[in-house]
T-cell receptor, first 116, second 117 residues
Framework: AQKVTQAQTEISVVEKEDVTLDCVYE???????LFWYKQPPSGELVFLIR??????QNEISGRYSWNFQKSTSSFNFTITASQVVDSAVYFC?????????????FGGGTRLMVKP | DAGVTQSPTHLIKTRGQQVTLRCSPK?????VSWYQQALGQGPQFIFQ???????QRGNFPDRFSGHQFPNYSSELNVNALLLGDSALYLC????????????????FGNGTRLTVT
């Protein structure tokens, strides 16, 4: 069975600090997809990134970067120079190939609070 | 370009009642998924509809049912409501990629907050 663990339930940082959100996953599939979503107070889940299990290249998008390591089954998310607008709940999610990337299993989320 | 829209935004029901939640997918999307998010937890997959049929289902009882219409919009119905059904219900849409069973990334709506008293 697939499982996603986000051990950090809440993180508080001061603006401009860098912060890393951890994500560890479990799956028996060799082909799978990993996601990060952001949930601001409005409730809508905002898609940030999708990676497939064959692409272990790290990715950077502006202040966001992702570190995918199959050896440790981790897909960590780093925000550089955090801003107050980054305050939200962040979810890591997994979809196995058998679900064709459709049925997502989410972690419990990490609430990030960025203080001015 | 309208995103995923859900109605109503909030709903209060009594135990044993039935409820219907509605979702219009993002323009150009043809697949709708429903998730339940209890307070302080991650969303849990309920089911997915494509071509007006339920294609996948999570670990939810038959009290949860759905429908997809020819215009791709969808409804989620919950019968015999329990207190534990209180949650944020999220609708997500995506596009089934041609020649594949894989979908584009999910786009979520703002959800319907259901409270069962």
């Amino acid at each position: 069975a697939q499982k996603v663990t986000q051990a950090q339930t809440e993180i508080s940082v001061v603006e401009k600090e860098d912060v890393t959100l951890d994500c560890v996953y479990e799956t028996r599939d060799t082909t799978y997809y990993l996601f990060w979503y952001k949930q601001p107070p409005s409730g809508e889940l905002v898609f940030l990134i999708r990676r497939n299990s064959f692409d272990e290249q790290n990715e950077i998008s502006g202040r966001y970067s992702w570190n995918f390591q199959k050896s440790t089954s981790s897909f960590n998310f780093t925000i550089t120079a955090s801003q107050v607008v980054d305050s939200a709940v962040y979810f890591c999610a997994l979809s196995e190939r058998g679900n064709a990337g459709n049925m997502l299993t989410f972690g419990g989320g990490t609430r990030l609070m960025v203080k001015p | 370009d309208a995103g995923v829209t859900q109605s109503p935004t909030h709903l209060i029901k009594t135990r044993g009642q039935q409820v219907t939640l509605r979702c219009s997918p993002k323009s150009g999307h043809d697949t709708v998924s429903w998730y339940q998010q209890a307070l302080g937890q991650g969303p849990q997959f309920i089911f997915q509809y494509y071509e007006e049929e339920e294609r996948q289902r999570g670990n939810f009882p038959d009290r949860f049912s759905g429908h997809q219409f020819p215009n791709y919009s969808s409804e989620l119905n919950v019968n015999a409501l329990l207190l534990g059904d209180s949650a944020l219900y999220l609708c997500a849409s995506s596009l089934r990629l041609q020649g594949s069973s894989y979908n584009s990334p999910l786009h979520f709506g703002n959800g319907t907050r259901l409270t069962v008293t």
